[in-house]
């Protein structure tokens, strides 16, 4: 079992910055990719960003190339979604993600755990 908890959600405005935290504890030797979804309410929770065990390798969603940037700090267990260029589109709760296939196939339905959310609002 892997345990996820995120931080650093909140109400920011269009243009501006934030960034997100997920800290990992339990198996994630055998669950190190990582990475962050988010949600509309009514819509599919969809892919963000996604890196590998060493952080040698990321992936995002088009829609957020250029304007966020995930990391690692192996050392506390941490992935980090540093977001600037805030859109109101962004709006949604995020959700941490560990799945060892999650740059492979980043669906949502393929994620082996979950953190519990984080609320981001882009005020416009």
């Known amino acids: 079992q892997v345990q996820l908890v995120e931080s650093g959600g909140g109400l920011v405005q269009a243009g501006g910055s934030l960034r997100l935290s997920c800290t990992a504890s339990?198996?994630?030797?055998?669950?190190?990719?990582m990475g962050w979804f988010r949600q509309v309410p009514g819509k599919e929770r969809e892919f963000v960003a996604a890196i590998s065990g060493s952080g040698s390798v990321t992936a995002y969603a088009d829609s957020v190339k250029g304007r966020f940037t995930i990391s690692r700090d192996n050392a506390k267990n941490t992935v980090y979604l540093q977001m600037s260029s805030l859109k109101p589109e962004d709006t949604a709760v995020y959700y941490c993600?560990?799945?060892?296939?999650?740059?492979?196939?980043?669906?949502?339905?393929?994620?082996?755990?979950w953190g519990q959310g984080t609320q981001v609002t882009v005020s416009s």
């Open positions: 339990g198996r994630t030797s055998d669950n190190n990719v």
């Open positions: 993600a560990a799945d060892r296939y999650l740059i492979v196939n980043p669906t949502a339905a393929a994620v082996d755990y």
